[in-house]
């Protein structure tokens, strides 16, 4: 009975058209989803900012771990095909129930534009949310590594070029994502009350999964499927357990010495497994110090990103946000990985350098290493343009006169004066132990400021007469977070009045006092005082100067001679002068390194295993992604660091201290062909149920090889 030929296109299995789709629009649903969630979390079901994050970081981590119950499930029982379709189907389930959880009307019975029953909500979106994790972290290992099944012996080269193409989809439809959605969301819809449109934002990865399981099921007809060979983990872990019993029980000098420990459980299993079992482990053995590479890529997401907010985000004609630079690694991954797979090594194959897979990693490793110095360069310049802030028993101060008389006011050292309404050039810093102010005018006598200033603040004295004064605590202890601009408004117009900017409201701000700082993202801002006293004729509505990245600012809002409102503008923290620009030379160098080592590692981690447990060590090497994140928490909370250029050189040198390690656990690896090494094991395994069946076939066939 002869096997159908797989049908081809450019010499690679047609199949693997579905594959490849399957994994955009699976990565596409999935970074998506993603991309909305802490934004959900906060502003439709109400969380604080630390129950988001945990949750948030809870999910995520569970994408990762589930790999290894999917694997389990696709080697052991189901195979790979149909454990990808049906945990799909789980997968889309999920998506779906997310998407309906954020639908606003679904509780609102009294149509006011809030939930009724929030918990309704929180409770199909926990489901929905466990739901894609163990549909995405169960599928995770299999897809790969079924599209990797597709290619035949001697056909390497294109198989490692497939897995650059499935990295490849993994980006562009992350990417995709990650732009769209966010548009999405904040689309206005619903049938009793407007609000930012969720259900759309969600329903559209839900939708692209449904695809994804679509036409990964239209290629069915075309795929190679390698069946389950029974419970395999279930045997390696008992095959371990005997070795180690079996070593320990004759660990006595008298018993000779084996090649390999595992040699020693070939008293109870067979040669064959014990050889697949030797495979896995030394693989294993080479993943111990990849974790670190990942502790260092996925600080883009956090560190680079807090980084990025201390920058201004205008580069030449464009502004874009800090959270946006992230998609630079997508971008990156886009056009490096064909420049890489079709110029880059090749040129170094002519060169005659052998450079394998496991050289790739290493030089991956560096490469990741050296981006975290450039940050930490970066993060050098950065701190010379910061403020400084008070510390420990320190005080700042900045006198603003919203008063129509210069005023001098003395500080221990230091003597000022300030024209009517003007402020002092920047904060002064004092001992709060040692302070003592005073504030005088021409012909007037000395008023002592008599208030209980708060060490490791801000103040600001706001001063319009003499014997009047008022001290206000500012509230930012550092720049502006995520690169927004902090506004608060003083009230030298004499009644109390309120101002909505942007959505935002300032109630009762009373006379000559100031609000608390409210945050905007850059742009212009228009801004509306509303009051009793302010006649109908007066302009209300004024528009802020531009706002850049990182900025304080303080608007007076004075009485003109008609009686009408005028705002006068003081800056508090000047924003932020370093390009995000300069972040680019670190992502090039981390998307390089990422390219030479997840690309590979993921082809690495394919050809070295046994037919019979691909999916288990692909979901290992997920595994060190998890791993990676678990380390980022340690190493951050345990080294304080004052600097955070610091830290930066620290995860650098660590990483750079794994590379080496790495480097010389590689030079003691031998490569080897699972596939030739079973095939002798099939071969051998002929040759003795032949000798079994007929003791003289064997000797028949030397005889008729002889002749």
């Avoid at 454990?83 to 998506?95: A, E, H």
């Avoid at 894609?132 to 079924?146: E, R, Y």
């Avoid at 111990?288 to 997401?301: C, E, T």
């Avoid at 004729?537 to 802020?544: A, I, S, V």
């Amino acid at each position: 009975m002869g096997m159908s030929v797989p049908k081809s296109c450019f010499g690679y299995p047609l199949s693997i058209f579905f594959i490849v789709v399957n994994e955009f629009c699976e990565r596409f649903s999935y970074y998506g989803m993603r991309a909305l969630l802490i934004l959900y979390f906060q502003r439709f079901l109400g969380w604080n900012d630390n129950l988001g994050t945990a949750i948030y970081h809870t999910f995520v981590a569970l994408c990762y771990l589930t790999p290894i119950l999917g694997a389990l499930i696709a080697d052991s029982w189901l195979g790979k095909f149909k454990t990808i379709v049906s945990l799909s189907i789980v997968y889309t389930i999920g998506q779906v129930v997310v998407a309906v959880s954020s639908i606003n009307d679904l509780t609102d019975f009294n149509h006011d534009g809030t939930p009724n029953n929030i918990s309704v909500h929180v409770a199909l979106s926990m489901i929905g949310l466990v739901l894609i994790a163990l549909g995405t972290g169960g599928i995770k290992p299999c897809v790969s590594a079924f599209g990797g099944d597709q290619f035949e012996e001697g056909q390497e080269k294109q198989r490692n070029r497939f897995f650059s193409i499935f990295y490849l989809a993994i980006n562009a439809g992350s990417l995709l994502s990650t732009i769209i959605t966010p548009m999405l969301r904040v689309q206005v819809c619903g049938i009793h009350s407007k609000q930012a449109c969720y259900p759309l934002a969600f329903g559209v990865p839900a939708a692209l999964m449904a695809v994804s399981l679509i036409v990964f099921v239209i290629g069915s007809g075309m795929y190679k499927k390698v069946q389950p060979q029974g419970n395999i983990m279930s045997k390696v872990a008992r095959c371990i357990g005997f070795a180690i019993k079996n070593r320990i029980s004759h660990r006595s000098k008298k018993f000779p010495k084996r090649e390999h420990w595992l040699d020693w459980a070939s008293e109870k299993y067979d040669e064959r497994l014990i050889s697949q079992i030797k495979m896995v482990t030394r693989v294993m053995f080479l993943y111990i110090p990849l974790p670190m590479f990942w502790a260092l890529f996925d600080q883009q997401g956090s560190r680079w990103t807090l980084q990025a907010t201390t920058m201004s985000g205008k580069i030449g004609i464009i502004e874009i946000q800090p959270d946006q630079m992230q998609t630079v690694n997508a971008i990156l991954i886009v056009i490096m990985v064909p420049i890489v797979d079709a110029v880059v090594y090749p040129l170094i194959a002519k060169c005659g350098l052998n450079f394998t897979s496991l050289k790739k990693m290493t030089v991956g490793m560096f490469l990741a290493s050296m981006a975290f110095v450039a940050a930490a360069i970066v993060q050098v310049d950065i701190d010379k343009t910061l403020p400084v802030f008070p510390k420990g028993n320190e005080v700042q101060i900045k006198v603003l006169n919203i008063g129509n008389n210069s005023m001098t006011v003395s500080f221990p050292g230091t003597t000022v004066t300030c024209d009517q309404m003007s402020q002092t050039n920047g904060f002064m810093t004092f001992n709060v132990d040692n302070l003592s102010i005073n504030i005088s005018s021409t012909g007037t006598p000395v008023t002592p400021v008599t208030h209980n200033f708060e060490s490791g603040h801000r103040h600001t004295l706001l001063v319009w007469a003499p014997s009047n004064y008022q001290v206000v605590k500012d509230g930012l202890n550092q720049k502006p977070e995520k690169g927004r601009n902090g506004i608060r408004f003083v009230n030298a117009f004499g009644e109390s009045f309120s101002v909505t900017m942007d959505g935002e409201v300032y109630n009762d701000v009373s006379g000559h006092n100031a609000s608390e700082y409210l945050f905007f993202s850059s742009g212009v801002k228009s801004f509306t005082i509303n009051s009793p006293e302010i006649s109908q004729q007066c302009e209300k509505q004024f528009k802020t100067s531009y706002l850049e990245f990182g900025s304080a600012f303080t608007y007076v809002i004075t009485r003109k001679s008609d009686g009408c409102p005028e705002p006068k503008i003081f800056e508090d923290i000047s924003p932020n002068t370093v390009s995000m620009a300069l972040q680019i030379p670190q992502y090039f160098l981390l998307t390089c390194g990422e390219v030479v080592f997840s690309i590979t590692g993921l082809e690495f981690s394919y050809s070295q295993a046994p037919s019979n447990m691909k999916s288990v060590l692909q979901a290992g090497w997920l595994l060190t992604v998890a791993v990676g994140n678990i380390i980022v928490l340690i190493v951050a909370g345990a080294g304080q660091f004052s600097e955070q250029w610091a830290e930066y050189v620290l995860f650098a040198a660590l990483l750079l201290v794994v590379c080496i390690i790495f480097a010389i656990m590689a030079r003691f690896y031998t490569y080897v062909n699972p596939a030739e090494i079973e095939a002798q094991f099939d071969e051998d395994d002929k040759e003795d149920d032949l000798e079994k069946s007929n003791p003289y076939a064997k000797l028949d066939f030397v005889s008729q090889t002889q002749m």
